[in-house]
């Protein structure tokens, strides 16, 4: 039975209609882009110190000014052309972990650049933000200028196939995964394109040492003076929520800010260079006392920190040579000033959490020793509780904190001599 032309004239100019809407809207969307490419070469942006950055940051985020700095120069870094870096937030339950990422993401065009997931099977990712390239008969999932943020530990076999993008083996990464279609199981080819920045979140004490090595690990900050001055805050903001949100969007410090995300990411910076290169080697080797194959990312992380206070500044870095920056030593500074209140823990391949609940509750469990040989379990879990309030379990210290500190180096076992059953932690003192 033929359709009725009434139908199908309406239909045709319903499809008519649609592509002229999306032809304008592509039009709209390339005068925009323009108009900001303008921008970033004639709007005059003020330099913005460090310090400058955490007080903007503080409208939202209280205290934690190295994590939120960080996450800020973390997600500016997708910015970039191959200087992008990633982070991992680990810590307990309630302590901010996820609401440090989230909360400074707000200042990025979120529906453009930033995705945020909050739990992703092994092939989901792939699936679900892939398009078909009908040219290369591949998969693309195209990452370029976009911020991950995974709000919980993603999925094991996902991180295995996104080793080799964290690490910037290639900017393009071809991963075959199974399809189970509607008759057979095939083969999916997917086309990695691009560095994305990526944040994860995990309440999981475990990181594998191939994660580690690809991120920086940092933990909220769990002191009474900043839990009084967040709990301070979501009392003001579940007082008055719509008073809350225009209070702090029309801050002109925030505005501000965002500007100058628009304008950075406008601006299509390709190059960052840094200048007094041995200058520069000299004081980094001085950092270590040996070096390890580690040390190969984490000096190109600490690198970065000093091109993304570049980046921040764009219009006061600028060179002879278009789309390229120049890190000037206040930069370089600043980077370093975070790095040593953060390398510690990038050393140990331990999040701040386990380096300071190792140095608040095992060390002084230690000192207070009467007995001469290890620390129990059951001291560990009295200790902490008295030290952060919190009851911890026994699986949780047994299966993810103390194999973490085994793994450091941070401590020795050895068996109970009074109960052959039970074994004892000893911390190795340096």
């Not at 379990?377 to 699986?395: C, D, F, P």
């Amino acid at each position: 039975m033929s359709l009725p032309s009434t139908y199908l004239a309406a239909r045709k100019g319903n499809i008519e209609s649609e592509l002229k809407k999306e032809a304008i809207e592509e039009v709209e969307k390339s005068q925009k882009e323009a108009e900001l490419q303008a921008a970033a070469l004639s709007e005059k942006v003020e330099p913005m110190t460090a310090d400058e950055l955490a007080e903007v940051l503080s409208l939202t985020i209280k205290s934690d000014k190295e994590n939120k700095v960080v996450a800020f120069l973390c997600m500016l870094s997708a910015y970039t052309e191959n200087d992008q870096i990633n982070v991992s937030f680990n810590s307990p339950s309630a302590s901010g972990k996820s609401y440090i990422p989230l909360e400074t993401a707000k200042l990025f065009p979120k529906d453009k650049d930033v995705k945020e997931i909050s739990y992703c099977s092994p092939t989901a990712f792939f699936h679900d933000y892939a398009d078909y390239d009908e040219e290369t008969k591949l998969y693309v999932v195209d990452l370029e200028r976009k911020i991950l943020i995974f709000l919980d530990q993603p999925h094991t076999l996902l991180l295995q196939h996104l080793r080799p993008l964290l690490s910037h083996d290639k900017k393009e990464l071809l991963v075959k995964i199974a399809d189970r279609g509607k008759k057979q199981l095939t083969t999916k080819n997917i086309l990695l394109r691009g560095f994305p920045s990526v944040i994860f979140c995990s309440a999981s004490s475990r990181i594998d040492e191939q994660e580690a090595t690809r991120f920086l690990l940092l933990s909220p900050e769990v002191n009474q003076e900043k839990l009084r001055q967040s709990v301070a805050e979501r009392i003001k903001r579940e007082c008055d929520r719509n008073a809350y949100d225009i209070e702090v969007e029309t801050d002109p410090k925030r505005q501000l800010l965002k500007r100058r995300i628009e304008l950075i990411k406008a601006s299509h910076t390709t190059e960052i260079t840094i200048p007094n290169k041995e200058a520069k080697t000299e004081m980094i080797l001085g950092l270590y006392k040996s070096l390890k194959p580690r040390h190969n990312r984490d000096v190109s992380r600490l690198m970065i920190l000093a091109k993304m206070f570049a980046l921040l500044n764009f219009q006061q870095r600028r060179t002879d040579k278009p789309d390229t920056l120049e890190v000037k030593d206040e930069d370089f500074e600043n980077a370093l000033a975070i790095w040593n209140k953060i390398n510690e823990s990038q050393e140990l391949g331990l999040s701040p959490y386990l380096l300071n609940m190792f140095k608040e509750v095992l060390l002084p469990l230690w000192e207070e020793n009467k007995i001469g040989y290890g620390i129990s379990k059951t001291q560990m879990a009295k200790k902490h509780y008295e030290v952060y309030g919190r009851l911890i379990s026994n699986w949780k210290l047994e299966k993810e904190i103390i194999p973490a500190w085994d793994t450091a180096g941070l401590i020795s076992k050895e068996t109970n001599p009074e109960d052959r059953r039970e074994v004892l932690i000893k911390p190795v003192l340096t």
